[in-house]
T-cell receptor, first 116, second 109 residues
Framework: GAVVSQHPSWVICKSGTSVKIECRSL??????MFWYRQFPKQSLMLMAT?????????EQGVEKDKFLINHASLTLSTLTVTSAHPEDSSFYIC????????????FGPGTRLTVL | GQNIDQPTEMTATEGAIVQINCTYQ??????LFWYQQHAGEAPTFLSY????GLEEKGRFSSFLSRSKGYSYLLLKELQMKDSASYLC??????????FGAGTTVTVRA
């Protein structure tokens, strides 16, 4: 149980285009989903927290107009990187938290974004 | 925010024991997690501590001292597949996690 999927697993796009990443909890309802980014050999940095049906809460320094998050249902959240630039190239990971014993987060497999 | 410190790298021999330390400073402490992350993959949950003491789960054990802001992850009977990055994460509040930079463990034959 507690499987989280992400799509796509990798994407290459041109500078200036937008990219949408989907995060789904497959076998449980996720009351809260999180979006992280991770640069090589660095730890996960939380970008935003989203709850179903409400606006996402962004961490300091994360541009909400650039990283659009939609949490349409208890099993789906999407992150759209708008007008992507090479510096947005990173590993984006989502996680989902539901009603679990420890309230632990379960992570998706990640999406490798490369902006040319 | 939370200051979470853990060593950058550790190397050990197959079959040996390795202890990864993590120190933290936080307000509103609500649990400490250890995750394993293989290169290019997402983290997988290993252990959780919220009260002082040792939690044992097979070859992995995790310890917490809240008064000292200290935890360790103990890996016993190391196997080659244990080569990975180990992330210490502190929860403050309901769900939000702050991660350490990770400790890369290399297991040698």
């Amino acid at each position: 149980g507690a499987v989280v999927s992400q799509h796509p697993s990798w994407v290459i796009c041109k500078s200036g285009t937008s990219v949408k990443i989907e995060c789904r909890s497959l076998d449980f309802q996720a009351t809260t989903m999180f979006w992280y980014r991770q640069f090589p050999k660095q730890s996960l940095m939380l970008m935003a927290t989203s709850n179903e049906g409400s606006k996402a809460t962004y961490e300091q320094g994360v541009e909400k107009d650039k990283f659009l998050i939609n949490h349409a249902s208890l099993t789906l959240s999407t992150l759209t990187v708008t007008s992507a630039h090479p510096e947005d190239s990173s590993f984006y990971i989502c996680s989902a938290a539901g009603e679990r014993e420890f309230g632990e987060q379960f992570f998706g497999p990640g999406t490798r974004l490369t902006v040319l | 925010g939370q200051n979470i410190d853990q060593p950058t790298e550790m190397t050990a021999t197959e079959g040996a024991i390795v202890q990864i330390n993590c120190t933290y400073q936080t307000s509103g402490f609500n649990g400490l997690f250890w995750y394993q992350q293989h290169a290019g993959e997402a983290p997988t949950f290993l252990s959780y501590n919220v009260l002082d003491g040792l939690e044992e789960k097979g070859r992995f054990s995790s310890f917490l001292s809240r008064s000292k802001g200290y935890s360790y992850l103990l890996l016993k009977e190391l196997q080659m597949k244990d080569s990975a990055s180990y992330l210490c994460a502190v929860r403050a509040g309901d769900y939000k996690l702050s991660f350490g930079a990770g400790t890369t463990v290399t297991v040698r034959a």
